[in-house]
């Protein structure tokens, strides 16, 4: 048996459903200029699916700088004020190409749609951009406390819609989340460069290039190659 029934899809929030590295990324430059740290756009990368404070860890490791705890979950809440002030001016506008038309699509069509994000700013998101009664379930860093690539918030996620793993794809836009996925044992679907998410089964550009037929599609194919890795 190749196909593979999709019953549940597990969306991660930031680089999915709307772009809000660049709001993390100006966050973060702006308390690595205060700590004195040349960041770049490039170290940003090494940011995406990782929590907040592992992010500053990442941080002050490219400053070689040691802090003491307390200091550091200082620097973490101020990096977090500032993201809030960023992402508070967000709307409806920021949700990313082709999203919505696709969650809806899956909606009618009985499949089960959740959120797998490791930001405690998820429900501030999802109200500012109109979709916090989109999803029938949201694991975020509210109720999860592993980050990416542990796998506890998507198991969270298919746990929450009822949906066994197996029957779960994950669409995630970082190396750490679509290893989360795997690690989960779900499909995985990059959305992205398939340069960069080397692992996820299939990529895509954006959501704009998936529909309910891709789906299937994709499903038959990921099916086909977890057959293919065990023959």
């Known amino acids: 048996m190749t196909e593979m029934e999709v019953k549940g899809c597990i969306f991660d929030l930031d680089g999915v459903i709307v772009d809000t590295a660049k709001f993390h990324f100006l966050a973060w430059k ?7 740290i ?10 995406k699916g990782v929590s907040r404070m592992e992010s500053l860890e990442i941080i002050l490791e490219i400053g070689n700088i040691s802090l003491p705890a307390e200091t ?25 190409p082709g999203c919505l ?22 429900p501030l998101i999802l109200s500012r951009i109109g979709l916090s009664d989109l999803f029938d379930a949201v694991a975020d860093g509210n109720n999860v406390s592993n980050a990416k690539p542990n796998p506890e918030v ?14 779960c794809i994950v669409f995630e836009d970082a190396i750490a989340g679509v290893q989360a996925a795997l690690n989960a044992g779900m499909m995985c679907v990059g959305v992205g460069s398939a340069e960069v998410l ?12 998936m529909n309910l037929e ?7 194919e990921i099916g086909l190659q977890k057959k293919n890795d065990f023959s």
Not at 72 to 96: C, G, P, T
Not at 214 to 220: H, P, T, V
């Open 72 to 96: 550091k979950n200082e620097y973490a809440e101020l990096k977090n004020k500032w993201y809030v002030e960023y992402i508070s001016r967000m709307s409806d506008e920021d949700i990313l």
């Open 38 to 47: 040349h960041f770049t756009l490039e170290d940003n990368e090494l940011l």
């Open 198 to 209: 080397t692992k996820a089964h299939i990529v895509i550009s954006d959501l704009s290039k």
């Open 214 to 220: 891709m789906l299937e599609m994709a499903g038959n």
């Open 154 to 167: 998507f198991l969270k996620a298919a746990d929450m819609i009822g949906i066994e793993p197996g029957k």
């Open 101 to 122: 038309q696709f969650i809806i699509e899956l909606k009618k069509a009985g499949i089960r749609v959740a959120i797998g994000s490791a930001s405690k700013n998820t």
């Open 30 to 36: 702006r308390l690595a200029d205060q700590l004195e």
